[in-house]
């Protein structure tokens, strides 16, 4: 990643971190597209997940959020069960 690239994964950290959606906004905006995706990926797993989740209902939505978990959460159940896991309760 180049330092430009570096210098705005950091600002967008922060600016995830004080859930401040118009920074946000700001930075993406600066960056190339092509760069977009890296820096938001590589910035997501570094805050803490309050924020992370802020983020992910802020930028994509609450109602597509949701779903996300929801299918998230039903693959990964099909999964545990092809894989013979059975639960107990």
């Not at 118009?22 to 760069?35: G, H, N, R, S, W």
């Not at 802020?58 to 639960?87: C, H, I, N, P």
Request: proline share 0%.
């Amino acid at each position: 990643m180049n330092s430009q690239n570096e210098l705005l994964k950091q600002q967008l950290i922060e600016a995830i971190s004080c859930q401040n959606l118009q920074e946000i906004q700001k930075i993406l905006t600066l960056a190339q597209l092509k760069d977009e995706t890296i820096i938001l990926k590589e910035a997501l797993v570094q805050v803490e997940y309050a924020n992370f989740v802020w983020f992910l209902q802020e930028y994509v939505g609450k109602e597509s959020y949701q779903q996300a978990v929801k299918d998230v959460s039903t693959s990964m159940t099909q999964k545990l069960f092809s894989w013979r896991f059975q639960a107990r309760g």
